[in-house]
């Protein structure tokens, strides 16, 4: 069960992120230290009050091994995928709040998940590519949870991310409760890459969830034709099947 917040609590707690949201106004802050006295923060894995994301469940995080790397010998358009967990316990938790409880923090520790994943391959990526989402879904959520994604594994690793190179087109209607050919034909030609910014080279798609890779052979497609290299795709969990 992920933890319940009041409404406001996440916006409340932007501030935590270094450079985000932090005022410089001493006013503001006071008024911030108050309101973390009135409302502190709640794991979004554990639900304990501590951080919006705890010491220990960030070490159990950590602790997780590495599922291997999978080649896909039925995708014509990525070299491989990697992920760095099952969809299951607290990355499925820690994904949740970042999607859905708007905790955008929550990319930082699992950005760097996703670099130490990057880091076990032998993969050369020049680019990092976040999966995009549709522009009227990036403006009701706010933001795109893949970009904040690679934007954190940009911090950690310095590989530049440019979050213009794909567009989502086509408003996909969403992919659950779909089968793996129905999800293919949903996303098929969804996607437009732009050559001017990344022909010739290695791409690294980025995306939160991998369920039958359906969204990724779109985008890995869309990059290629757009003159691309080579494609990599790295997500954070993959669903079990
Ligand atoms: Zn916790």
Redesign the pocket.
Known sequence: MPAIFLPFRNHLEARHVPGLLLSRDPVRRWLDFGLDLLFPPR??????V?SI??A??AQEVERLPFPAVRSLSTSASLQAVAVTGLHEGRLQQGLWALKYENIRQIAVPLGQRLAARLADTSWTIDTLVPVPLHIDRQQQRGYNQAALLASAVSEVTGIPMLSQALERQIDTRSQVGLNAEERQANVQDAFRARPDLIAHQTILLIDDVYTTGATLEACAQAVLEAGASAVYGLTVTAARG
């Open positions: 794991c979004a894995g554990c639900g304990r501590d994301w705890c220990i469940c």
